[in-house]
């Protein structure tokens, strides 16, 4: 549906100042909540376009029904659907889906990472410098002082090829970093 939607004129609307909505998010929401509601029907669904339903569960489904709805719009073609499954404070599975090169990217907590069905791993790196890293968030003058007194992240951001490339997910797969 989203690969469709790509191809269709975009209708824009805004959540705040920049954040984007656009009638593919609005489509891919009530097509995911419909599915989670129908296999889970007592499972709590909290999405970002506010079609959720909370249930008292202790399972709660996230859903990013567009992760990168900004390069969307922009006919960027790096954007993904993003979920995870939590119990409680607890997080069980987590789903990266690129519509465009079909690529599925998938952990469990008791299980290995997946790529399209096969088994991956991280790898380790020699040097920072070959390290690729997607952030998918602006970041502002406040932000940059917290953000940089985290040292895994300071690391990350100052000594990698870092690069903004919309949502989070569709950061790592046009980075295929998972």
């Given amino acids: 549906m989203l690969r469709e939607e790509a191809q269709r004129p975009v209708d824009i609307s805004y959540k705040g100042d920049y954040d ?8 891919s929401e009530a097509v995911i909540v419909s599915r989670l ?4 029907p007592g499972h709590a669904v909290s999405a970002e376009e506010g079609t959720g339903k909370e249930t008292g569960s202790e399972f709660k489904w996230h859903v990013d029904p567009l992760d990168g709805t900004t390069n969307f719009a922009h006919g960027y073609p790096c954007f993904c659907v993003s979920m995870a499954l939590a119990k409680g404070d607890e997080l069980l599975l987590g789903v990266i889906y690129n519509p ?3 690529e599925i990217f998938s952990a469990a907590r008791v299980k290995a990472r997946f790529s399209t ?7 380790r790196l020699r040097r920072s410098g070959e390290v690729c890293c997607a952030r998918g968030f602006r970041i502002t003058k406040g932000m940059r002082i917290r953000i940089f007194t985290t040292t895994g992240f ?3 951001l100052t000594r990698s090829a870092a690069r903004r490339v919309g949502g989070f997910g569709s950061g790592l797969c046009s980075c295929r970093a998972i």
């Fill in 20 to 27: 984007l909505v656009t009638q593919a998010d609005k489509r």
């Fill in 37 to 40: 509601q129908k296999y889970f």
């Fill in 100 to 102: 465009m090169s079909e």
């Fill in 117 to 123: 069905g096969r088994r991956c791993s991280a790898r």
């Fill in 154 to 156: 300071h690391f990350v």
